[in-house]
């Protein structure tokens, strides 16, 4: 059974940084390889919105609400998925999830989709100003 679970999130002041972490299990390797990876996070009262996403190519995108301050990152070797947030503002606030869509690769995954096959339980982040 495939299964993702999300690491990293937290409580921190506004400026401060958090690098939270998803693992998959359960993955065949080469098709983790050939995922598409994907951030999403929701606050309460708000829709879920997409934050970063990366291809099999390591080729990003970004949510312009966190472009310059958040990195995507994977290690297929490790079937890991990281983002690295700096700079983080109270408006961060949200639960994160990590999902994936194997086979979904190039300049498709990099739109703005939201149907994905694998997700995480979510991880909490927490920014106080």
């Known amino acids: 059974q495939v299964q993702l679970v999300e690491f990293g999130g937290g409580s921190v002041q506004a400026g401060g940084s958090l690098r939270l972490s998803c693992v998959a299990s359960g993955f065949a390797y080469r098709s983790y390889g050939r995922s598409c990876l994907k951030w999403f996070r929701q606050a309460p009262g708000k829709e879920r919105e997409g934050v970063a996403v990366i291809n099999n190519d390591g080729m990003t995108n970004y949510a312009e609400s966190v472009k310059g301050r958040i990195t995507v990152t994977r290690d297929n070797a490790n079937l890991s998925l990281f983002l690295q947030m700096n700079s983080l503002k109270a408006e961060d606030t949200a639960m994160y999830y990590c999902?994936?869509?194997?086979?979904?690769?190039?300049?498709?995954?990099?739109?703005?989709?939201?149907?994905?096959?694998?997700w995480g339980q979510g991880t909490q982040v927490t920014v106080s100003s």
């Open positions: 999902a994936a869509q194997p086979g979904l690769t190039g300049s498709h995954c990099l739109g703005n989709q939201s149907i994905f096959a694998i």
